[in-house]
């Protein structure tokens, strides 16, 4: 009489190809190790967990004080927020430079961290619940294109190509797991601010947390600051 043998979990085998290449996870996080590391196996699957885990420590810190309760960790990429405003004004390059953002899709919402190249958070945060996405639209070129409910549209780029693959199906299984739920949070926009010392909303037009009562700069200070010496706008953002 044969025995049943037992077969890991796609999250236990991950965890053990994680354990073989001695890399560690916060585990006061919840993460969704098998759509978290996409690729485990094959050519070039070390070089790809120690990629992504490298990404996923360095923001670990912030996302332990950025995530609510049952919130799960489906996700963790790093791209461009893509503005034709700014490719315009600043040229492509420094656009891109500028723009770097972590993104991390949970089960309730979408952040985006404001980063530096090699993914370290900086000072600006951003969250997206999934209800606010009226189109989302992957192209040929691996640009990730979003439609809002507020009417604004946000264009995505420079991901790797694994994670122009991969994201796609995680955020529609996660758009349509998120139906299920019901959950219709208020927003002043489609796109949230999120205060950069405590994370919570910091509504539209406001420029003061009602939370932690930080102030932040207001559009009109930027402007006339770099209207007097060009990037000084850019320094008070800590956009360096």
């Not at 053990?16 to 290449?21: E, F, N």
């Not at 009602?210 to 700069?217: D, H």
């Amino acid at each position: 009489m044969s025995e049943d043998v037992e077969v890991p979990t796609p999250a236990e085998v991950v965890q053990s190809q994680l354990s073989k290449l001695k890399l560690s996870l916060d585990a006061e996080i919840p993460y969704r190790l098998a759509t978290v590391f996409a690729k485990i196996s094959g050519w070039g699957a070390k070089r790809e967990i120690k990629r992504r885990a490298k990404l996923i420590k360095q923001i670990e810190p912030t996302l332990k004080k950025m995530l609510l309760p049952n919130e799960e960790v489906l996700y963790v990429a790093k791209g461009t927020q893509s503005s034709t405003t700014e490719a315009l004004f600043m040229g492509a390059y420094w656009a891109a430079v500028l723009n770097q953002t972590v993104f991390v899709l949970t089960n309730l919402r979408i952040l985006m961290l404001r980063s530096k190249s090699n993914g370290k958070p900086t000072h600006t945060f951003w969250v997206l619940y999934y209800n606010e996405i009226d189109l989302f639209q992957p192209n040929w070129s691996g640009a990730m294109k979003l439609k809002l409910k507020d009417g604004k549209k946000l264009t995505f780029t420079g991901f790797p190509k694994l994670d122009r693959k991969a994201m796609p199906t995680i955020f529609q299984d996660a758009l349509d797991n998120y139906r299920k739920l019901n959950f219709h949070p208020t927003v002043s926009q489609s796109r949230e601010n999120l205060c950069s010392h405590c994370f919570q909303v910091v509504p539209k037009a406001r420029y003061a947390c009602r939370n932690c009562g930080s102030v932040f700069w207001t559009p009109k200070e930027l402007a006339l600051r770099s209207l007097i010496f060009p990037s000084w706008g850019d320094i008070c953002m800590k956009h360096y």
